[in-house]
Each structure stands twice: as structure tokens, then as C-alpha cells.
T-cell receptor
Framework: KNEVEQSPQNLTAQEGEFITINCSYSVGISALHWLQQHPGGGIVSLFMLSSGKKKHGRLIATINIQEKHSSLHITASHPRDSAVYICAASLNQFYFGTGTSLTVIP | KAGVTQTPRYLIKTRGQQVTLSCSPISGHRSVSWYQQTPGQGLQFLFEYFSETQRNKGNFPGRFSGRQFSNSRSEMNVSTLELGDSALYLC???????????FGQGTRLTVV
């Protein structure tokens, strides 16, 4: 059983669409992270959340501690948003989701 | 400010050999953690170092080891390489454990 479950696994969207990626976790956490990985391997940390909501530009991340659930939203999606998005729960170590592969079509 | 630097970027080794990968954290960061990413298993936590001490270790065999130096640079070593060790090895640094982590570009290891 995975400690962190993400959905969907794959997502294709038209440019401009609103996108939501979901993450559920079963472990106690100190923080929930959203990571972005482009082809070639480099990983960028998008958000680190312990409660509530954070916003960076067109990206919004929310977390519900009671329900052990987090969502990553992308507003007005763009082809450059195409990447794998990974949810990770951290306590003493990271527990990673399997990732959501997002393709945004112009 | 320079990011997290991992060397080498690419590496090909033969089964049975050993390999050492290096990670230089962002200046001022004292926590370094290592991860293995494979197509089948995804991202998995290897270990975390803080102030030259290993704080946590993931579920990997003893062939995987690491260390951290007084300047916070870290190395990980894999001995007696197996084909299944082929993966992207990522390190991340943060000012201290529990703070936001910044990832390097990774070292892609291929074992033949």
C-alpha cells in the first residue's frame, strides 16, 4: 500500500483549461510538498504546505489536514506547464506519490 | 546564489563495480537528502544528513551508503552494483531538516 496516492496518473488538457491534481496520504506529516519534474530529470519544489492554501502565479495548492488530502490547481494552463507533478508527504523522510503526467496542448 | 550541484550528470558502470556520487548543497544549507528514481518504483528516499550525521535512512540495502562533510557537501556510494541500481539519483538540500528542499539535476547511473 502506498502512503501517498495521486490522481489522475495522466492528464491531457487544452491550453487555457483549469487543471486539478489530487493527492491523498495516509501517514502523519509535518508538511506536504508539490514537486514539478520536466523531461531530463530536474525537479523543482513548487509548494511546501502544512495547512491552508498557497498561491504562486497561476499555481494554487491547498491542503486539508483532517481529510489528509491536498490539491494542486493550475489556472489558465499553458504548454510550458507540461511536466510530471509529484506529491510528497514528509515527516522523518519523504513519501512520494507516483506522479501525474500533464500534457497541455496548444 | 548557486543551486544544488550534482556530479557527475551521467555515469555508466559495470555490474559488481562501485560508484560514488557527489552533491554540493546551496550555500548555507546544512541538510542534504538523497533519492532514487526508477521507472518502476518512482521516487524513493535513500537517506538524509544534517551536520555530518545521518538522520534518517530509507529501506535500501547496506550497499547504499553516504556521508556528509564539514562543508555540508555529501557523497553517496553504491557498492557491488546491480543492474537494478540503474536510476536517476537526486539530492536535495535545505537549510535544516523540515525546511523547503531544493533539488539538484540528478545523476543518471546506468549499470551494464
Amino acid at each position: 500500500k502506498n502512503e501517498v496516492e495521486q490522481s489522475p496518473q495522466n492528464l491531457t488538457a487544452q491550453e487555457g483549461e483549469f487543471i486539478t491534481i489530487n493527492c491523498s496520504y495516509s501517514v502523519g506529516i509535518s508538511a506536504l510538498h508539490w514537486l514539478q519534474q520536466h523531461p531530463g530529470g530536474g525537479i523543482v519544489s513548487l509548494f511546501m504546505l502544512s495547512s491552508g492554501k498557497k498561491k504562486h502565479g497561476r499555481l494554487i495548492a491547498t491542503i486539508n489536514i483532517q481529510e489528509k488530502h491536498s490539491s494542486l490547481h493550475i489556472t489558465a494552463s499553458h504548454p510550458r506547464d507540461s511536466a510530471v507533478y509529484i506529491c510528497a508527504a514528509s515527516l522523518n523522510q519523504f513519501y512520494f506519490g507516483t506522479g501525474t503526467s500533464l500534457t497541455v496542448i496548444p | 546564489k548557486a543551486g544544488v550541484t550534482q556530479t557527475p550528470r551521467y555515469l555508466i558502470k559495470t555490474r559488481g563495480q562501485q560508484v560514488t556520487l557527489s552533491c554540493s548543497p546551496i550555500s548555507g544549507h546544512r541538510s542534504v537528502s538523497w533519492y532514487q528514481q526508477t521507472p518502476g518504483q518512482g521516487l524513493q528516499f535513500l537517506f538524509e544528513y544534517f551536520s555530518e550525521t545521518q538522520r534518517n535512512k530509507g529501506n535500501f540495502p547496506g550497499r547504499f551508503s553516504g556521508r556528509q562533510f564539514s562543508n555540508s557537501r555529501s557523497e553517496m556510494n553504491v557498492s557491488t552494483l546491480e543492474l537494478g541500481d540503474s536510476a536517476l539519483y537526486l539530492c536535495a538540500s535545505s537549510p535544516e531538516p523540515g525546511r523547503e528542499a531544493f533539488f539538484g539535476q540528478g545523476t543518471r547511473l546506468t549499470v551494464v
